[in-house]
Nanobody
Framework: QVQLVESGGGLVQPGESLRLSCVTD????????MAWYRQAPGKQRELVAS???????DYAASVKGRFTIFRRSAENTLFLWMNNLKPEDTAVYYC???????????WGQGTQVTVSS
């Protein structure tokens, strides 16, 4: 079991930025590929961005060029920097290891992001 605590969400206007954080209770480099996911009302949870332990990144087409996933290993923290936010980015954002996400396990409480004018 890995404890994951997301934070940093909020209400912002279109075009603004937010930085989400996900603190783990384990050595983040030992957890393998980690990712940010989001779930909008009435929709399935979707993968937003992933980061391998080798620092390779991948992004959903809808956020590529606007979002950046990175980590600070010394802090065991995963981040998601979100620029130029759009109303369609409104969702609850979660972090997880990809291995556990595939099994639909180990989800935290998430952090709400609302983009609205």
């Amino acid at each position: 079991q890995v404890q994951l605590v997301e934070s940093g969400g909020g209400l912002v206007q279109p075009g603004e930025s937010l930085r989400l954080s996900c603190v783990t209770d384990k050595n983040i480099l030992s957890l393998g590929t980690m990712a940010w996911y989001r779930q909008a009302p009435g929709k399935q949870r979707e993968l937003v961005a992933s980061l391998t332990d080798g620092s390779n990144t991948d992004y959903a087409a809808s956020v590529k060029g606007r979002f950046t996933i990175f980590r600070r290993s010394a802090e065991n923290t995963l981040f998601l920097w979100m620029n130029n936010l759009k109303p369609e980015d409104t969702a609850v954002y979660y972090c997880n290891t990809v291995a556990r996400a595939v099994l639909d396990q180990n989800w935290g409480q998430g952090t709400q992001v609302t983009v609205s004018s």
